[in-house]
């Protein structure tokens, strides 16, 4: 149904106010448009008490809309309303409320005064009297209002079961600073959308406080809720509030617009004045202006609008396709199953209100598909709202846009989001850096007299094809800067006699750069490793083996006696830090690695030489995860402090106790056992190994499974 779905139209007299708001904004917005004209469309019909008949399977379903159009300030919102309710339907609501409105009020209560005085035996003048007060006595009508309370709502309703005729018509603006006041009001209005009927409270009845004898009808309701995102969905109590409704109701009852950013025509003044002027858009004010003027008669009062089998059938597979859907969603996500399976029955409601401001006898099957047609928009615009960027996602970006470190202070004078108690900024800034971590934006944190900073940087991902170094046939000058290939780097380092390091120089891109700490340009987006002696080749390449590398050799490698080799590592993104990040980022990275190495090489221009003779080893795997090991951040925080918890393990056995804690140990310690034979290690040498780092272990495992296992299977490597 989804390809049968794109073929729908929507409605044409719709389109023509959408057009008229269009010009009037030189907005491209369709969908915002559309549904505060279809909020309309319902207000006229649910005023004239239009009903859709679909007794046999739904019932007397009353035609009402509830909207709810979030849109960023300079959208117009509330010119798109003034134009609609002062050029478009002012003579519907003038006609409404001085002719018809008094005719039907009349004849309401006269029959109610008839049927009243038909049982009590009073005098049908006396008891239309009393009605007439009673009517008075429960003030002025009202064509919409903006909020109240839970009793108003349901004096006002009464008002309306005295009148026959009218709709309640809550039309909440700046919807994100008046909601937690209306939740009460909110809360009445869930159950009147459905069939317009809401169960009634016992109140004490007093000599000043007497209850009205009840009335039983149906009163239609509509609901328009209109603001900007930032002030509803404000990651506060408004939102929470806000989300409440949602679970309780308003989510499979509204129908959704969310425009949080402009999107305005680009063109010159010359044609916005002609838009402006556009008289195509004068004519279908006038000509709508009219004809929903002509909708107000006593003869379209309580008017009950047929559906045919046809339509009813592709209502039918509507609901069906909805349900089908909503069993794909996951069981957490209840809010959007909620609003996915009730699309029909919105469908439904705003077909019968197309074929009333078309002046029809019945829904059409045109009807259904033009409002199913907007009703498949709703659904991706409450998506949106529910995916929408996230307060802690604003502040990781914001952080990291900046060119400068930035206190709490500076954050709660910039973001009007980064409000509350500390401990609720702290989570969000918690929350801002986890979502960091997964999305390559990387926070730090830092103290200075006792004031946190905080930086942040969003981080390039790793492009094989740019790798980025600087060489030279001199120790000092006449650096170039380069972006070489990741699989084409072998060929540096088999040139006779060059020097390199991984950074790019000042004038490095003439050929110019002098290897000078100050010249250093921030980036780098591999490391090196110099192995001088302190491990073998094989216990590396064993150990390193999930991982990318390239490792040559160097002139003073000896195979036989003493393993001389670099090892260069791509990361994960390029990093850009100052000298000394950079060398507490390799220190960082000295504390994990298994080995030992070279710890000169954590200076930022650290240059290596090439070797024409030199044998290379070549791996393909994974890049090393660069965030690790980025100082003054929550993951190399966290590194840090497991490593001091297992202080009393070496490199090499806290290296195989991550693994250890989180897989099959027999395994682990077998890994561990072939990288000790592979770094020279004898037999029994590789027991007492095993064992003592079995001991430091938490719950190790028993001494006699260790030589069932793992020294029974290392032994046949000696073989």
Partial sequence: MQEEIKTYNYNPIQEKIVKVLQNKNQSKEGLFFRVLASYYFSKMAANMRTFIDVKDIYGLIPVNTY?????????????????????????????FIKELLPTVVEKNLAKLASERASISGLDPDEVYNNLMREYKGTGPFLFNFDGGTA??????????????????????????????????????????????????????????????ESIDGVTPANVLLFGTPSKLLDSGKTEQDFYSLLDMGYARRMIFAYMPKISKEKVSAKDKLEMLRDKSSGLYVATLYKQFEDLVEESNTNKKLFVNDTTL???????????????????HQEMEKAELMHRYFRALKLAGAY?????????????????????????????????REKSYVKLAKYIAELDEDVTHADLHEDLPFYRGSASAKREMLDLAIAWGYK???????????GIEFLSGEALQEFNPNEVILSYSDDMTYNYT??????????????????????????????????????????????????????AKLEMVKELLKDYSYHIYTTKRHDPVKEHRFRVVLPLSHVVKLGVDEYKEFMNNLFEWLPFEVDKASNQIVKKWLTNKDCEIYSNEGSTLNAMWFIPNTKKAEEMTHDRALISSMSNLEAWFYREFKDGNRNNVLFKYAKVL?????????????????????????EEREIYDTVIVSIAREFK
């Fill in 677 to 701: 034979k592979d770094n020279g290690y004898d037999l029994e040498s590789i027991k007492n190994a095993l064992l003592a780092f079995n001991s430091k272990t938490p719950n190790p495992l």
């Fill in 439 to 449: 999305h390559s934006v990387i926070i730090k944190r830092k103290l200075i007299d």
């Fill in 151 to 212: 009793a108003a709502i349901k004096q006002l309703r009464h008002k309306l079961l005295l009148a026959g005729i009218g709709a309640m018509n809550l039309e909440m603006d700046e919807v994100g600073a008046n909601l937690s006041a209306n939740i009460d009001m909110l809360n009445v209005f869930i159950e009147l959308y459905d069939v317009g009927k809401v169960k009634p409270k016992i109140t004490k009845n007093t000599q000043e406080n007497k209850r009205n």
């Fill in 67 to 95: 909207a709810v159009v979030l849109a960023t300030s300079g959208a117009g919102k509330g010119k798109s309303v003034n134009i609609i309710e002062n050029d478009i339907l002012k003579g519907f609501k003038d006609k």
């Fill in 355 to 387: 074929a009333f401001v078309e002046g029809e006898d019945e829904v059409k099957l045109e009807h259904l598909q033009q409002a199913i047609k907007l009703i498949e928009d709703s659904g991706n615009a409450f998506r949106n709202i529910l995916k």
């Fill in 313 to 331: 059938l592709k209502l039918l597979d509507y609901q069906t396709y909805c349900e089908e859907r909503a069993d794909k969603l996951k069981e």
């Fill in 481 to 534: 800067n380069r972006l070489v290939e990741w699989d084409k780097l072998p060929k540096l380092f088999e040139l006779d006699n060059y020097h390199w390091i991984n950074h790019h120089l000042k004038d490095g891109d003439k050929g110019e750069g002098h290897r000078l700490t100050a010249n250093a340009i921030p980036g780098f987006n591999l490391v090196v490793l110099d192995v001088d002696g302190t």
